[in-house]
């Protein structure tokens, strides 16, 4: 465990410290651009971009050697990726403006198309004599032993410029991701916002391949927006959110894997990424799974104490024992199970609500509205005041309840 | 006698000459919209006046929608121009506010209902401005013009139809502007919704602004509007209310997918 927490401390080596800050880095430019992927509903584009860039990689490599290079400039080879990502791009947004093709199918092809061309070209690659080519596999599941410092400061300036052009851009891009109707209509150019969105989407890509391979780049864009949703309902903090769950994956998951020989910087991350998306979906505030638990068995006792109250101004007797412990509680009956002033005071306010309630269904015939009936929700939460005094022009006077 | 006086007394001396006629709110010259092959919107020219309240009208699919985003720029057309009063649209971004169709958009998006209304501030605010404590005061000074002030913290989310539309207007409200343009507004929501609009849009109205709106309920038209814009693919009518939505201009606009008798109570009796 002592070489893990070195890790952790930037302790175990020069190379591997370099590899944890890149990560991280990465990792916060992931989250932050992913987020307006995910907002947009295209986060499967990043996908076929991904594995466009594998032809890139390929061509810029015997392009390099051909010219009497060794061939593992990185620079090069990223500026080739990118190329291929671009034109893997285009082609699904060609597909789905000029066919009948819906976009899943649109990067289901040129994914695989890509892909394909790009597993042959490392193949060329590899019959070569010149050059020293091994390595170019690293760029589908990422490696980071040897890493340059050089290579590190390529990641880590793509990596900022992103994280500067999302900052810059947040505006736009979240009008366009919301409503871009709208957007059009004050005159921004949609075309060009989404552009952007997937030049930055492709800029993480692309100076992610060297740490995490272009298999897993997707998880490091998705999976940290999915995680910010879980904890916060505003798209601002959700770019930060993201990006401070991206760049927490990327640097554990590099300093786990220097921890230990010949583990895999690239799967690590995004394994660390998922573990944090499975603690997000157990213990979120609001869309969590226990959150979901314990609001089900409040829910029942509100369910119990509404009940109890009804029959309560109804004059009818109670004797389900979940509800007078229930009302008990409260006390809004005795122990003996007489109302008390408060329980009738109460009680009476519930069956007016109800009432109102039944005139609402009736004005309001919106499946969203009826949908938010559940008998417990205050109805002042759901409509406004003005909508209440016409259901109460329809009831008359409250009545009260007699004890 | 300053100035003002001086030119009501100069005008009044004079015959009603014809003023310099205001341009238009909206005017649009031989619009076409095409997906694929048949024309969604064909030819279309229309004017809508300023400080007035239009309706476009006609049945599913006859393009009402399509030429509202189209007269916008929102969706591309294959032919036509659109000025707003009297300058080319791109030069008026300024004075126009767009309020699309409610299910147009996810409302499960990340966002607070005073976050949406801050929106209509984005070409005040620009790229990179602060938003700053006048921008939130205004953006709920329009919540409460739309009857929504205690719900600005709101995730959208948990808003009923009627409360995403108003939020809507109140996003348009924010952008105070002299033309509206609205999709279907009265689409689904509740009673007091379809009230508390209305009385936003006439108080638009009486401010001199000019309001037009894509609209479904025949039977709301005439005590809605001042001006008709009937439409089916082609323009079939246009003009003010009480001399254009008569049963025979409805008729050619809705061909036999009316009942004669309907037509002609729609119509209040001038038919």
């Known amino acids: 465990?002592?070489?893990?927490?070195?890790?952790?401390?930037?302790?175990?080596?020069?190379?591997?410290?370099?590899?944890?800050i890149g990560a991280a880095l990465l990792g916060f430019a992931g989250g932050a651009a992913g987020t307006f992927l995910f907002l947009r509903k295209r986060a499967l584009v990043s996908d076929a971009m991904a594995h466009a860039t594998l032809p890139g990689v390929g061509l810029a490599f015997i392009l390099m050697v051909a010219l009497g290079g060794d061939g593992r400039s990185l620079p090069i080879l990223l500026a080739g990726s990118a190329v291929t990502a671009i034109l893997g791009l285009l082609a699904v947004d060609w597909i789905v403006r000029h066919t009948r093709l819906p976009e899943d199918a649109a990067i289901g092809a040129v994914l695989s198309v890509f892909f394909g061309i790009g597993v042959v070209l490392l193949t060329v690659v590899q019959t070569m004599s010149a050059g020293r080519q091994a390595g170019l596999e690293d760029f589908l599941l990422g490696a980071t032993a040897g890493m340059l410092f050089a290579d590190a400061m390529t990641i880590a300036t793509g990596g900022g410029l992103a994280v500067l052009a999302v900052w810059l851009l947040r505006r736009p891009m979240t009008l366009v991701a919301f409503d871009a109707e709208y957007a059009a209509s004050l005159g921004l150019d949609t075309r060009r916002i989404d552009?952007?969105?997937?030049?930055?989407?492709?800029?993480?890509?692309?100076?992610?391949?060297?740490?995490?391979?272009?298999?897993?780049?997707?998880?490091?864009?998705?999976i940290p927006p999915v995680i910010a949703r879980f904890w916060t309902?505003?798209?601002?903090?959700?770019?930060?959110?993201?990006?401070?769950a991206g760049g927490l994956s990327g640097y554990l998951g590099a300093a786990i894997s220097a921890s230990a020989q010949d583990l895999p910087t690239g799967p690590i991350i995004v394994l660390v990424a998922s573990a944090l998306f499975f603690l997000s979906l157990l213990l979120a505030p609001v869309r969590g799974v226990l959150a979901a638990l314990i609001r089900h068995l409040r829910f029942q006792a509100r369910v119990h104490r509404r009940q109890g109250l009804l029959a309560i101004a109804r004059g009818e007797p109670i004797h389900d024992p979940l509800t007078l412990r229930v009302l008990r509680r409260e006390g809004l009956i005795r122990p003996d199970g007489v109302a008390t002033d408060a329980g009738r005071g109460v009680a009476a306010k519930?069956?007016?609500?109800?009432?109102?309630?039944?005139?609402?269904?009736?004005?309001?015939?919106?499946?969203?509205?009826?949908?938010?009936?559940?008998?417990?929700?205050p109805i002042e939460e759901v409509f406004t005041s003005d909508e209440i005094a016409l259901f109460d022009r329809h009831l008359g006077a409250p009545r009260p309840v007699r004890g | 006698m300053d100035a003002a006086t001086l030119s009501l007394?100069?005008?009044?001396?004079?015959?009603?000459?014809?003023?310099?006629?205001?341009?238009?709110?909206?005017?649009?010259?031989?619009?076409?919209?095409?997906?694929?092959?048949?024309p969604a919107v064909f030819s279309v020219d229309a004017t809508f006046p300023a400080a007035a309240m239009s309706a476009i009208v006609g049945p599913n699919g006859a393009g009402k929608s399509t030429f509202l985003k189209a007269a916008l720029g929102i969706i591309p057309r294959l032919s036509g121009e659109a000025t707003v009063f009297g300058r080319p649209l791109d030069e008026a971004r300024d004075r126009i506010a767009y309020v699309p169709q409610r299910a147009s958009v996810d409302w499960d998006f990340p966002t607070s209902v005073l976050d949406v209304v801050l929106m209509g501030l984005y070409r005040r605010v620009g790229l990179l401005g602060r938003i700053t404590g006048s921008h939130r005061t205004t953006a709920r000074d329009c919540l409460v013009r739309v009857g929504m002030a205690d719900f600005a913290d709101r995730q959208i989310g948990q808003l009923s139809g009627g409360q995403q539309q108003r939020v809507f207007l109140a996003r348009a409200l924010a952008q105070d502007a002299d033309l509206y343009l609205l999709d279907e507004p009265f689409a689904g929501v509740d009673a007091a919704t379809e009230r508390a609009i209305i009385d936003v849009l006439k108080g638009l109205r009486g401010e001199g602004r000019a309001v037009v709106a894509v609209h479904h309920d025949l039977s709301t038209v005439r005590s809605y509007f001042d001006h008709v814009f009937l439409i089916n693919v082609r323009r079939i009518a246009e003009g003010p209310v009480a001399t254009t939505f008569t049963a025979e201009t409805l008729q050619q606009t809705y061909g036999g997918r009316l009942a004669t008798g309907h037509v002609a109570e729609l119509a209040g009796g001038i038919a």
Request: charged share 15%.
């Open chain 1, 350 to 377: 519930i069956a007016r609500d109800e009432r109102r309630w039944d005139i609402a269904r009736e004005v309001h015939q919106d499946a969203g509205l009826t949908g938010r009936y559940d008998g417990l929700t």
């Open chain 1, 195 to 222: 552009l952007a969105i997937m030049a930055l989407v492709m800029a993480v890509t692309v100076v992610g391949l060297k740490i995490v391979g272009l298999v897993m780049i997707v998880a490091l864009l998705i």
């Open chain 1, 233 to 244: 309902d505003r798209s601002g903090r959700m770019i930060w959110g993201a990006g401070l």
């Open chain 1, 1 to 20: 465990m002592t070489s893990l927490f070195d890790a952790l401390l930037l302790q175990s080596g020069y190379n591997a410290a370099l590899v944890a």
């Open chain 2, 9 to 38: 007394a100069t005008e009044a001396g004079r015959p009603p000459l014809a003023a310099p006629a205001a341009p238009p709110a909206l005017a649009v010259r031989g619009l076409t919209v095409s997906y694929g092959q048949s």
